[in-house]
């Protein structure tokens, strides 16, 4: 078996007789959209701590995989072997993240995922900022942002502030009187002539997003909804797919 440590997406896939070899990982990669209202950077991120599960559990965000003890006991979206926790991982240095998309090519070493940035050096452009899920964000703070608007630190974009709605206009037409700035919606109701054909409202983000649950997922060719980017899509992991092999963008092989 060849080490893949040279590129991150090249690899085998886990199929056939791998299957048993690869505990039937979930392809599940955290990709960090957010709703249409501006989400904060389009990084490969995820949104909790370093990894725990050695025993070859696997998060629904695929930062861990299978158990191991060499790179031949993994596969995509964790092909690389930490033998320090013996779990298969995303990425153990930048060289890993070398072709991983969204521009996510510094690997976080505590998460052991691919992000945009680990400093904010690393941003530039309409997005300097590194969030803290290494993303490169408009602000993070109200500081980082002009006159009259405040840091919406859930999307980390710059927003107008706000009393009431009268304050307020599209894409951010509803003011969040708690926070004080101007969101995409505070109800479901705020959706319904969404343009995209996001018709649900994240309220932890204030944003019209495609899905919350499965159940809100209509296609019957696109059934899962991924909590990542809260999107429907085909699988989520190697068991929604006839052919056992769930693809990185959520497609079956």
Not at 189 to 210: H, L, M, W
Not at 241 to 251: A, E, G, I, Y
Request: proline share 6%; net charge negative.
């Amino acid at each position: 078996m060849v080490n893949h440590r040279s590129s991150f997406w090249v690899g085998l896939l886990c199929a056939g007789a791998m299957v048993a070899a690869c505990g039937g990982s979930d392809v599940t990669t955290a990709d960090g959209g957010g709703g249409d209202g501006g989400g904060g950077g389009d990084g490969t991120t995820t949104s909790d701590g370093s990894p725990s599960n050695p025993d070859g559990s696997t998060n629904p965000d695929g930062t861990v995989g299978p158990a191991c003890t060499s790179d031949a006991q993994c596969a995509l979206p964790t092909p690389y072997c930490d033998t320090a926790i013996n779990a298969c991982v995303q990425c153990l240095g930048d060289p890993n993240c070398a072709n991983a998309p969204n521009n996510a090519h510094t690997c976080n070493t505590s998460t052991h995922t691919c992000v945009q940035c680990a400093t904010s050096a690393q941003c530039g452009g309409q997005n300097p900022y590194c969030s803290p899920n290494g993303s490169c964000v408009q602000c993070l703070a109200d500081g980082n942002c002009g006159t009259n608007q405040k840091c919406n630190t859930n999307t980390y974009r710059c927003v107008p502030a706000c009393t009431s709605d009268a304050q307020c206009a599209a894409p951010v037409p509803y003011c969040n009187t708690q926070a004080g700035y101007c969101v995409q919606c505070l109800s479901t109701a705020n959706c319904a002539n969404n343009q995209n054909g996001n018709f649900i409202c994240d309220t932890s983000t204030d944003t019209c997003v495609e899905c919350m649950a499965d159940t809100d997922c209509k296609d019957p060719q696109q059934p899962y909804c991924y909590a990542g980017s809260h999107r429907c899509v085909e699988c989520l992991s190697n068991a929604n797919c006839t052919s056992n092999v769930c693809l990185l963008d959520h497609t079956c092989q």
